[in-house]
């Protein structure tokens, strides 16, 4: 079993904030890695896809991607409650072709 | 419009009654999958289908089925339901698993077995 481990949370940070989401994997040999948020009873929607060491970004979330260590993090700049959800950590596994989610960390934002 | 659909969306059903529930997608993609999310354990991955006629087992197969017949259609079958396999189902799909494409995920289909 290869496992994707996140901190179930509830994470609660102030509105405003920066919200900073970890992920880490077991899979050596994996190559992609995506962030989805999920609001309660709806469908997970992809917000980051990241492959390559390092950061990226996209508007007020930044990726980021440490292989070495097999870890994925997800930041949230100035955080609204609109981003209050479960944000599930992706990892498609050295096979290529099999996708593993971590259970999800819950985040909240107070206004 | 790009979407995913799964039918049905709710099904209450008994134990041993043979079901069906279908998913379908309109972006001619290649990649498409089957997930169960199960309170504290997340998404897990059912059976996946690379493409027509190319299917693999994920996580958790154990009491499902499913067949790639043709591209936009990969239905999920239980043969003999039982009451542990009452879950929130997804379907998804995607050009394939590459970074750049996005996985799309159907509306879900609750299911409770009795």
């Known amino acids: 079993q290869k496992e994707v481990e996140q901190n179930s949370g509830p994470l609660s940070v102030p509105e405003g904030a920066i919200a900073s989401l970890n992920c880490t994997y077991s899979?050596?040999?994996?190559?992609?890695f995506f962030w989805y948020r999920q609001y309660s009873g709806k469908s997970p929607e992809l917000i980051m896809f990241?492959?390559?060491?390092g950061d990226k970004e996209d508007g007020r979330f930044t990726a980021q991607l440490n292989k070495a260590s097999q870890y994925v993090s997800l930041l949230i700049r100035d955080s609204q409650p609109s981003d209050s959800a479960t944000y599930l950590c992706?990892?498609?596994?050295?096979?290529?072709?099999?996708?593993?989610f971590g259970k999800g960390t819950s985040l909240l934002v107070t206004p | 419009e790009a979407q995913v659909t799964q039918n049905p969306r709710y099904l209450i059903t008994v134990t041993g009654k043979k079901l069906t529930v279908t998913c379908s997608q309109n972006?001619?993609?290649?990649?498409m999958s089957w997930y169960r999310q199960d309170p504290g354990l997340g998404l897990r991955q059912i059976y996946y289908?690379?493409?027509?006629?190319?299917?693999d087992k994920g996580d958790v197969p154990e009491g499902y089925k499913v067949s790639r017949k043709e591209k936009r259609n990969f239905p999920l079958i239980l043969e003999s339901p039982s009451p542990n396999q009452t879950s929130l189902y997804f379907c998804?799909?995607?050009?394939?698993?590459?970074?750049?494409?996005?996985?799309?995920f159907g509306p879900g289909t609750r299911l409770t077995v009795l």
């Open positions: 998804a799909s995607s050009l394939s698993l590459a970074g750049a494409d996005t996985q799309y």
């Open positions: 899979d050596r040999g994996s190559q992609s």
């Open positions: 990241i492959y390559s060491n």
């Open positions: 992706a990892v498609v596994l050295s096979s290529g072709y099999a996708l593993n």
């Open positions: 972006m001619n993609h290649e990649y």
């Open positions: 289908s690379m493409n027509v006629e190319v299917t």
